[in-house]
Structures are given as C-alpha cells and as structure tokens.
T-cell receptor
Framework: EAGVVQSPRYKIIEKKQPVAFWCNPISGHNTLYWYLQNLGQGPELLIRYENEEAVDDSQLPKDRFSAERLKGVDSTLKIQPAELGDSAVYLC????????????FGEGSRLTVL | AQSVTQLGSHVSVSEGALVLLRCNYSSSVPPYLFWYVQYPNQGLQLLLKYTSAATLVKGINGFEAEFKKSETSFHLTKPSAHMSDAAEYFCAVSARGRGYSTLTFGKGTMLLVSP
C-alpha cells in the first residue's frame, strides 16, 4: 500500500514569491492534515480536512496561506507571498480513524525562503 | 485543551544501555497518547499508541511505554539501545471521544546513541 506522497521534497524561493505544496493521502483516508514543523520543534497543525471540508483551520495564517482539497482526495497548500519566517518543513498526514488521531505522515516538503 | 511536555531536548546513551524518554501530558478529557519517531529528512512514523486498553503498550523496534494516569505520564523505554535508534522522538496527545480529534505534539527529544 502506498503511503502519503508529498511534492516537492525541497523548494528554494526568494521572499515574496508564491509556492505550492501537493499531497496525496493514503487511499481511503478521509481525514487529511497539514502540519508545519520548524527546526527543532514538533509539528503544529495548520489545517485539517474531513473529505472536502476544512473542519479546523484556526491556526492557518489566512492572509498568506490557503489550502484546498478538491474532490476529497489530493490537497494543495499555497503560500503567497512567502516570507523569510516561512522556512520550515510542511508535513501532510492522513488518517482513517478520526477519533483516535493516529496519523500517517508523508516525508514532508522543506521550504527555504531567501 | 491538551498539551504535551517532553523533558530533555537531547538524551545521550551508549549502545546497549537503557533508553528512557520522558513525556507528561495535560488533557481535560481522557487522552489517547502516541509516540512517533522521525529519522533525518523523513516524515514521522508511529512507534506505539495508548487508546485505553492495556496501560503498558508495546510498539515497534522493541520500544514500550506505560500510561500512568496518576502521574499524567507516558514515558518511552527500550531495554537496550541500538545505533539505529538514533532519531528524534515526539510524544503526542489527542482528546478521546471528541469525534474530530487533533493530535498535539511535544517539542521532541533527540536520542543520540554512542558506540
């Protein structure tokens, strides 16, 4: 069974440029998460989807960040414009049992903003 | 509200020594508790989970953890460290029975294993 797939793995951009990350969850997992992981820190939730619906986006900086999950499968996280402080790893995860919170993570997309 | 505190950002052990990584949690409702491991440049992988069955939970790679409600702790142990155990370990909590449950992570503990 394929795991959670993310792309790109690495991205380097100049500040004020836009960037997008893509995630394909495990087949059959209706719940999808985007987490932000700063260096030396634990992951912090940005947004959670149940199928197409964003059920928790309270931590998403909506002035520059946006996300979508069309058709309840793949998801895209966008930053526009990027700032120096956005340099981090963006992790996508999915789960089949939303009650326990057991997550399956992708390898992450590492963003460097210069 | 829920939170996790991991004591010690770095823990160093010798190969063959006992591994003990500490985690204390705070939760207003009975929790589910997890330990995840992250190897360099990889995503997080589940080591073990506590979901209200046995309080002593066994996971992959010889790790285990014990849920102690009176101490609000969920420490991770392994009797004998291997070089391959060197990685970052994250404790996490979610609220049981809340339907849409979100995992809250600690800041992580880097395990260093020396020969």
């Amino acid at each position: 069974e394929a795991g959670v797939v993310q792309s790109p793995r690495y991205k380097i951009i100049e500040k004020k440029q836009p960037v997008a990350f893509w995630c394909n969850p495990i087949s059959g997992h209706n719940t999808l998460y985007w987490y932000l992981q700063n260096l030396g820190q634990g992951p912090e939730l940005l947004i959670r989807y149940e199928n197409e619906e964003a059920v928790d986006d309270s931590q998403l900086p909506k002035d520059r960040f946006s996300a979508e999950r069309l058709k309840g499968v793949d998801s895209t996280l966008k930053i526009q414009p990027a700032e120096l402080g956005d340099s981090a790893v963006y992790l996508c995860a999915s789960s089949i049992d939303r009650n326990t919170g057991e997550l399956f993570f992708g390898e992450g997309s590492r963003l460097t903003v210069l | 509200a829920q939170s996790v505190t991991q004591l010690g950002s770095h823990v160093s052990v010798s190969e063959g020594a006992l591994v003990l990584l500490r985690c204390n949690y705070s939760s207003s409702v009975p929790p589910y508790l997890f330990w995840y491991v992250q190897y360099p440049n990889q995503g997080l992988q589940l080591l073990l989970k506590y979901t209200s069955a046995a309080t002593l939970v066994k996971g992959i790679n010889g790790f285990e953890a014990e849920f102690k409600k009176s101490e609000t702790s969920f420490h991770l142990t392994k009797p004998s460290a291997h070089m391959s155990d060197a990685a970052e370990y994250f404790c996490a909590v979610s609220a049981r029975g809340r339907g849409y449950s979100t995992l809250t992570f600690g800041k992580g503990t880097m395990l260093l294993v020396s020969p």
